[in-house]
């Protein structure tokens, strides 16, 4: 016994028995198998998914005739629409690697990642194009520029008439047109920038293995059906859209692009394709519960949707389930693909009141099926005790987890030391083994030699009933070192002291986390309806 | 342009963001995240998730405490039972190949294969173990032997004392046994013998990559919701069971075990435990819509069943339809890992007749997700036109087709010589892409120079209200070579003469494809279902 067979290792690959995994392959098996199926609607525009293919192909065919191919870098700046949908797998297609670029995004930074990309060509809305003329005079590079011009966009900038239209640019080529086959599923085939703490963004790269494994993970962990109709609230250029561009093409399902989130153009696109998914920011959720009900459409089944960036409180989550809509919370970084982590649900939490379920849900939970582990690890490097109080990293692997930062052998070599990818977000782990996000590294408050997560006094209070959106951030103190400081927008028509709601935290939760000063008044989020803490953090500065 | 950047391949895979697919993943997320989660139920015994993996665990164990790992075979000859699921995760979780044999085969053929595979233990079933013993009479090797006891199998026979029983082999195991993890995914983990037509059997090896596409591909192509309840009526020894057990880890479903199957204890199992999925060859499925009213289960759920081996009939689909069972029909190969090709349902399907309906699901469709590429191949070696006319041979490419036939390099070669899998089925494209099985090239018959599709007939005669199941083979003949031959059973209380069903099958196909001669009387079929030609054709000779 124990001689191994080498009989069975001498079975090589080859062309019937291996196929390199891409998401290319989602969009040619649906557009054979479902050619007149809607893939993208877009205001008065759509296209099937035939349409959607010979579009991908004619952007590759363009992009391959103006010799870019393998590892060249074709950047976007671009909204949601079709376009967009088409660069995700146009791009890759040829063999190229997608830079979508945040929208918000100041010259300064779009001019740095151009030349660090080494942008080779650049697809802008025409809207976005005096942001991306002004980043060109202070980079290297001088990408050819492609325009994309949306008739539904409104009063539009002047271009300069040199510039070739995204229409003319793929018109011309061959519908049909077959790209060279991808040989290696670790290639590069899409790069996001971080929007980076301090410095400049870091480049995220991802490769053809993840972005298959994202889309067939979210299909499986989500169980969506066939024929999903979601709409597209999340940004696209944030993570590849989470990849639900991907996971759609996956199912053979429909994508209803919104140029511009409001609840009003939401209600009505939701409501006229009739809509079986979404996503958004849980400012989303909160615009959408807080909504007039004459806007709100009755769906006669359960809509269900993914949020990430913070909790969702109870209020939201039970006026959504009022709406019919089933939130999934999960949890995900640009550094994994999007969402990687989700609450999942358990048969036992529906006997729970919809306070208890909210708390449940207000973890971030578990892996999807393609995470191959996820773990929280304390300062002496090991796991914590699943007791919901051991604080420690939230630490991910996987065949999601990106290729590593483009030219920054440094931060890639930091990020993956311990064998895991360091998230840089603190958690604890529940006995069920769900895992709570407590603070980013750089949000904890040290109070007097005590940790204090912001996340967790900003959870008390938003369960104050006239708190609308809160954040909290250190504030220097001469006595303690750092005092929590909370910015709050209060609920439309309601009200409430600065005593008030110190008092409330004090009564609700451990006395010494209350934060020591509230400022009230509007916070400022980014483009993903995040709230950008570092600005509150200069504003900090100036109250002390 | 057009230099590309280095920087994009300068990322290597590590530990964090790289790990090899395997469906032993499937289990240690599930197990974590749903361990009390019912995973098997086989009559009045059950385990959940956390106990499933135990169980895995300890098998593992015990195989690697004996000194068996990579490519070591351990052959089982076992029912659908819990031990059959832990051997489809031990086995490999332990590194080790997975040799599941039909529990039909001879002596002869079993020691063929312990010889052939270097089966280094066995373990089966105590009712099965006579025919393993005497297998072993003639093998050259000895591997040891464990004994599945089953109190659910009535009389057992004796088996030596010094025999190894089942649970005494993996209770002094450790249930937190961690094997060594798996290094690369394309390592073999099962090894199926196909019944081979003629000389020996050829084994077909799985490998690890291959498994997990499966269960990922089963879920987004058959679009699972989580916690599926399966009813295993397909044997588990046939492909792995068709993936089903793996893909059940992966949707944290309920596997229902059937030691045997009648009409009888299915609907009391799919009943007693409310069953939302189960497969079966259209044998299965004729048996269980006309089975007796009063025993039918009235469900307010759709049932779905994954149904292959030959189209289901219109009669079947309709009476399934009224008991709101929905069958998908799909085709595969113990070289595919079972199903690769579905008769996807198109939304605008559901306006036809049931008879239309049936039509379209009598073809053997499109790629399931997993697969790459599927086509019909001419003699000329070109793709045929999409006519629903032109035949041609079934070919298939992707990473569920097999690594090749173990220690049989020409076999091998032929099977992947054109880049293709060849499947050896005849088929033809209708317009709309789907691909139709029209005959084993071996089942076709030539008849004054035409072709003759045996399946052709079989559909026909299967319209006729009379015919329960029809097999076609071909018959010589002096003056056309060879003549269709018909085996029919009648429905129940049916009865319809020779000329009859001639007349019937001439006015309904082309003329001269008319079967020339009737059989009437039950049909041998294998333990799957399928009807054995084989046997037919010997048959015919003694007719003739």
Redesign the interface.
């Given at each position: 016994?124990?001689t191994?067979?080498?009989?069975?290792?001498?079975?090589p690959?080859?062309?019937?028995?291996?196929?390199p995994?891409t998401i290319t392959?989602?969009l040619e098996?649906t557009a054979?198998?479902?050619p007149h199926?809607p893939a993208v609607i877009y205001e008065d525009r759509s296209y099937n998914w035939a349409e959607t293919r010979s579009r991908c192909r004619q952007l590759a065919s363009a992009l391959n005739a103006?010799?870019?191919?393998?590892?060249?870098?074709v950047s976007v700046l671009l909204h949601n629409t079709p376009e967009m949908l088409e660069c995700q797998f146009g791009v890759p297609m040829a063999g190229c690697?997608l830079n979508s670029i945040n929208t918000r995004l100041d010259a300064d930074t779009i001019s740095y990642i151009i030349d660090h990309a080494?942008c080779?060509l650049f697809i802008t809305d025409r809207e976005l194009y005096p942001i991306v003329a002004e980043a060109l005079e202070t980079s290297e590079f001088s990408p050819e520029i492609i325009i994309v011009d949306d008739v539904n966009a409104g009063t539009q900038p002047d271009v300069p008439t040199a510039l070739v239209d995204y229409e003319r640019f793929i018109g011309a080529q061959d519908p049909n047109y077959t790209p060279p086959p991808l040989e290696d599923e670790?290639?590069?085939m899409a790069l996001n920038y971080t929007s980076g703490t301090t410095g400049r963004p870091k480049g995220v790269?991802y490769h053809h293995r993840g972005a298959y494994l994202m889309g067939?993970?979210t299909?499986?962990s989500w169980?969506?059906?066939?024929?999903p109709r979601y709409l597209y609230t999340v940004p696209m250029f944030h993570c590849n859209g989470w990849g639900h561009g991907w996971t759609m093409a996956?199912?053979a399902g429909t994508i209803i692009c919104l140029r511009a989130f409001s609840p009003e153009k939401f209600f009505e696109q939701a409501e006229k394709h009739n809509i079986t998914h979404f996503g958004g920011a849980p400012i989303i959720m909160n615009m959408l519960a807080s909504a007039p009900d004459d806007l709100k459409p009755k769906f006669d089944h359960t809509v269900k949707a993914m949020t990430a960036g913070a909790p969702p409180p109870a209020s939201v989550l039970e006026a959504m389930a009022h709406m019919n809509y089933e939130i999934m919370h999960v949890y995900g970084l640009t550094e994994t693909y999007g969402h990687v982590l989700l609450a999942?649900p358990?048969?036992e939490w529906r006997a729970k009141t919809i306070s208890e379920q909210a708390e449940l849900n207000a973890r971030q939970g578990?892996?999807f099926?393609n995470l191959?582990?996820a773990a929280v690890i304390g300062e002496d490097g090991k796991p914590v005790p699943h007791d919901g109080q051991s604080m420690g990293e939230i630490v991910?692997?996987?065949?999601v987890?990106?290729?590593?930062y483009?030219?920054d052998?440094v931060e890639?070599e930091k990020?993956?030391k311990?064998?895991?990818?360091q998230s840089g977000d603190l958690g604890v782990v529940y006995p069920d083994?769900y895992i709570q996000l407590k603070d980013r590294a750089k949000d904890i408050i040290i109070s007097g030699g005590e940790n204090i997560s912001s996340v967790e006094v900003e959870n008390t209070l938003y369960k104050h009933p006239a708190v609308d959106v809160a954040a909290v951030v250190a504030m220097p103190d001469d006595k303690w070192g750092e005092v929590p400081c909370a910015f709050v927008e209060l609920a439309s028509g309601a009200s409430a002291s600065e005593d008030d709601l110190i008092n409330y935290c004090a009564d609700n939760m451990a006395r010494f986390k209350r934060p020591k000063k509230i400022v009230f008044g509007e916070l400022p989020k980014t483009a993903t309806g995040k709230i950008q803490k570092k600005v509150l953090r200069d504003k900090v500065k100036d109250l002390t």
């Open positions: 016994m124990g191994t067979m080498q009989a069975y290792d001498d079975l690959r080859n062309k019937a028995n291996y196929a995994l392959g989602f098996r054979d198998i479902f199926r103006r010799g870019l191919g393998r590892n060249d870098t690697v080494e080779r670790w290639q590069a790269v067939m993970g299909a499986a169980a969506l059906p066939m024929h996956l199912m999942a358990q048969e578990v892996m099926t191959d582990g991910l692997r996987g065949n987890v990106m290729k590593g483009l030219k052998p890639t990020a993956f311990s064998g895991w990818f083994g």
